[in-house]
């Protein structure tokens, strides 16, 4: 590894702070200087904008994307003795909430152009106790929501959409999280729209998931002593809101950056016989939260090695399907395309101002990292 090569970090966030380092300043300044800071004004405000970027009737913040996948199950009326069909790709939240409100999660295989979940293999794990279905946007990409929705029709199913690595994508012109009965989002700092810390929100058009949403999310109240439910701690902080309204604005020129950063990586790696680009389905606007590709007739470890000798960072996501965790031992289900992906993808440096020469730079030290691992094999 070359000392003097800057080193390239999966994410590196610091750009963003320094365009926006005045304005966030002077939002946090009026936070600290107001006394408010807790479900004040500034977390109304974005609840607000962000209703309205997403197009739908309410936006209810909490204080993780986790938090929000638990009080959306809950606000529709999911609970123990309930089934709820998931993907086993994902990070570990997605199903934990599931578990967090006493539901099973049941896994069915994804689709291994997208990583997503497979509609096609839904209707084989209905059974008399499914009440819903919850499909992961991963990366960025969206999950194929028609034939969920057309099926949780017929079988009278919620579908509650994780958008936690996609916010502002879309599926067929429509945002990500506005179509199913509800959306929950995650704005950990990682996020295409991040905090300076843990943040989520749940998003909804129906009146009364949004209501028992609001009541959740402060320990089953809407007002002082008063209250209804057994609920939570999950407020949104206004420091964190504030934040978020600074950056809402830029968030679709972001998305745009990295689509066009996903242009170059497709151009640079096109020769590499071994590596496979995401694919992007007609249907969806992929705003690469991630870009994965599929290291294939190589070892994906030793690749990630090689890339971190030569000053690239790169993260795995995911070694491990949920299925296969320690948590869900008792789950003794066989998914040959999460179980191979596992195996084969690897998450290369992504952002919106990630230049072109990094990129070049990590498709330089791929095309050296598979010479040294052998003769490439042809892209599946």
């Not at 000392?3 to 380092?21: C, S, V």
């Not at 096609?120 to 991963?138: C, D, E, N």
């Not at 070049?360 to 030290?365: P, S, T």
Request: net charge negative; with cysteine; glycine share 8%.
């Amino acid at each position: 590894m070359n000392g003097f090569a800057p080193q390239i970090p999966p994410l590196d966030l610091l750009p963003e702070i320094d365009l926006l380092w005045g304005e966030i300043q002077s939002a946090v300044s009026d936070v600290i200087r107001s006394g408010q800071f807790v479900l004040g004004p500034q977390v109304r405000a974005f609840e607000s904008e962000i209703a309205e970027s997403l197009s739908v009737k309410h936006a209810i913040a909490c204080n993780s994307g986790t938090d929000a996948l638990v009080l959306g199950l809950r606000a529709l009326g999911i609970g123990p003795g309930d089934e709820v069909i998931t993907t086993p790709f994902t990070f570990y939240a997605t199903a934990e909430a599931i578990s967090l409100v006493g539901a099973e999660p049941v896994f069915v295989d994804i689709e291994p152009r997208t990583f997503n979940i497979d509609p096609s293999q839904i209707p084989a794990a209905l059974t008399p106790r499914t009440k819903a279905v919850v499909p992961v946007h991963l990366f960025g990409h969206a999950a194929d929501l028609d034939p969920i929705l057309e099926l949780s029709r017929r079988h009278g199913l919620t579908v509650l959409e994780d958008v936690a690595q996609a916010f502002g994508g879309r599926y067929r012109g429509r945002p990500l999280g506005s179509i199913g009965h509800a959306g929950a989002f995650s704005f950990y700092p990682t996020k295409n729209l991040g905090a300076f810390g843990d943040a989520g929100l749940l998003a909804t058009n129906d009146d009364h998931v949004a209501e028992l949403a609001r009541k959740l999310r402060t320990h089953g109240s809407l007002r002082r002593d008063c209250n209804e439910m057994i609920g939570y701690n999950s407020r949104l902080d206004e420091i964190q809101a504030a934040v978020l309204r600074v950056k809402l604005p830029h968030v679709e020129s972001w998305n745009s950056q990295r689509q066009t950063a996903a242009v170059t990586y497709r151009r640079l790696l096109a020769d590499i016989a071994g590596v496979v680009p995401p694919l992007v389905e007609e249907y969806a606007d992929h705003v690469f939260n991630q870009f994965t590709v599929r290291i294939i007739g190589r070892n994906r470890d030793a690749i990630q090695k090689a890339l971190a000798q030569a000053g690239i960072g790169t993260n795995v996501y995911y070694s491990v399907p949920v299925h296969r965790l320690p948590v869900y031992a008792d789950h003794q289900c066989h998914l040959p395309v999460a179980e191979l992906a596992a195996r084969e993808v690897l998450s290369l440096p992504m952002g919106p101002m990630l230049p072109n020469a990094a990129i070049g730079r990590v498709a330089d030290a791929l095309r050296a990292a598979f010479a040294a691992n052998g003769e490439a094999t042809v892209a599946a």
